[in-house]
C-alpha cells in the first residue's frame, strides 16, 4: 500500500445507543444516546494521533468502534483503504491480529487468577504460528516469551513472567499489557487512556514505549485522552472532540498552541502551565466566560453542540451544524467563524493568552 493510504481509516463514523426504559407499543420510537456522530480520522503508519476532549465526549466509543468490539450504527471502518467490518469470528481473528486495543484499567484487562506467563502464552498461541506451522511450543514459547517481555521493557524476562497481576505495579501491568497487544505483531494500537490510571511518575516512562514501537515497528498508534498537554508531547496529529463530534485537528504542536476552536482554547486553558505559575493565560480565556454545561446527547441541541457553552455564539451557531472548515492547510474547525457565512460569529485569536477579536473567514481584520 502507498504510505499516504492510511492502515486504518473511519468515515462517518457514528453510534448511538439505545437509552434506558422500554418502549410502549404504539408510542414514539425508542430514544437513543448519541454517543458519536459523523467522526473521521486516520491513521497512518509510524504515526500516532491523539484523539482529546472532556470526559463523555466520545473518545473510548471511538476506540472500541475501531476495534470492532460494539457494532457499528453508520458509518464505515477500512483497513489499507478495503471495508473492515467483520461477520463472523474468523473475520474478527484476522481483524484483531492487526489492530489491537491496549485498555485504559492494566489491573482490570489482565486475569488476576493467571500469571503472566498465561496471559502472554495464549496471545502468542492465538496469534502467531511455530516455524514448522504448529502452535509455539518448548523453546519457540520460551523465546517469544523472552522477546515479548524484552520489547516493553521488562528485564529479565524471567523475573516477571511467571507473576501475578497483583505482585506487579501498576506500570508493570500497563508494560504486560502492551505486550500482550504485542504478541499478535499490529499495525494499529488502540491506546484508550493507557496512562492514566498510572502514578504521574511512571507515565512519561508509558507514552516513550509507545513513541519507541512507533519508530521501531512502524506501528499506527490511536491516542486517547483528555490530558491535551500530553498530546502535543506524544502524538503527530491531534483530533478534538466535543460531545461525540470533531471541532478542530491538526497537527499536534499547533492544536496545542494555536488552538483555532473555542473549546480547544478551553482544553488548552485547563492544562497547567509550569512557565505560568500566576496562571494569567488561563484566566484570560475562562473570563471569556463559558456557563452551561455539556448538552444532552439523547436530544443534541441544533446546530453547533457546542454553542451552548461558546462566547462567540450567533443565531447561525444555534441553528446549524459547522462542517470542518479548513482554515489553513492542514488544520481544520467546525466553528462558523472561520466561514464566509453571514451572520458568523466573531471568534477570538488562537492565541491561548487572550487577543483581539476576528472573522477568520472574511479578511482577518480586528472587529470593533
Request: proline share 7%.
Amino acid at each position: 500500500m502507498s504510505q499516504s493510504t492510511p492502515v486504518l481509516a473511519a468515515h462517518g463514523l457514528t453510534k448511538h445507543f439505545r437509552a434506558g426504559g422500554r418502549r410502549v407499543s404504539g408510542s414514539s420510537p425508542a430514544r437513543a444516546i448519541h454517543a458519536v456522530d459523523g467522526v473521521d480520522l486516520e491513521l497512518h503508519r509510524g504515526q500516532v494521533l491523539a484523539v482529546v476532549g472532556e470526559s463523555g465526549s466520545g473518545k473510548s466509543t471511538v476506540a472500541r468502534l475501531l476495534a470492532q468490539l460494539v457494532p457499528l450504527t453508520g458509518g464505515q471502518v477500512l483497513l489499507d483503504g478495503a471495508d473492515a467490518r467483520v461477520r463472523g469470528r474468523r473475520a474478527f481473528r484476522a481483524y484483531v491480529r492487526r489492530v489491537q486495543m491496549i485498555f485504559q484499567d492494566p489491573f482490570a484487562s489482565l486475569n488476576p487468577v493467571h500469571p503472566v506467563r498465561y496471559t502472554l502464552t495464549r496471545a502468542l498461541r492465538l496469534h502467531r504460528k511455530q516455524s514448522t506451522g504448529g502452535k509455539l511450543r518448548g523453546p519457540e514459547l520460551e523465546a517469544a516469551l523472552t522477546e515479548l517481555l524484552e520489547r516493553v521493557h521488562l528485564t529479565p524476562a524471567t523475573r516477571y513472567v511467571d507473576k501475578f497481576p497483583h505482585e506487579l505495579s501498576g506500570g508493570q501491568r500497563q508494560r504486560i499489557a502492551i505486550a500482550r497487544a504485542l504478541a499478535a505483531e499490529p499495525e494499529v494500537l488502540l491506546a484508550d487512556e493507557p496512562v492514566s490510571m498510572l502514578d504521574v511518575s511512571i507515565r512519561l516512562g508509558i507514552l516513550n514505549l509507545l513513541a519507541d514501537l512507533r519508530d521501531r515497528l512502524g506501528i499506527a498508534v490511536l491516542y486517547i485522552t483528555h490530558d491535551i498537554a500530553s498530546a502535543r508531547y506524544f502524538a503527530d496529529r491531534t483530533t478534538v472532540l466535543y460531545a461525540g463530534q470533531v471541532m478542530e485537528n491538526g497537527d499536534s504542536e499547533s492544536v496545542t498552541q494555536e488552538p483555532l476552536h473555542p473549546y480547544t482554547r478551553l482544553l488548552v486553558a485547563s492544562a497547567p502551565d509550569p512557565d505560568d505559575l500566576a496562571g494569567t493565560g488561563a484566566a484570560a480565556v475562562r473570563e471569556q466566560g463559558t456557563g452551561g454545561e455539556p448538552p444532552s446527547l439523547v436530544d443534541p441541541p441544533p446546530g453547533c453542540r457546542f454553542a451552548p457553552r461558546c462566547p462567540y455564539a450567533t443565531d447561525l451557531c444555534r441553528s446549524e451544524t459547522p462542517e470542518l472548515i479548513e482554515v489553513t492547510p492542514g488544520r481544520s474547525a467546525a466553528c462558523w467563524g472561520y466561514s464566509e457565512r453571514e451572520g458568523r460569529p466573531l471568534v477570538s485569536t488562537g492565541s491561548t493568552s487572550g487577543g483581539s477579536a476576528v472573522r477568520p473567514g472574511g479578511n482577518g481584520e480586528a472587529a470593533a
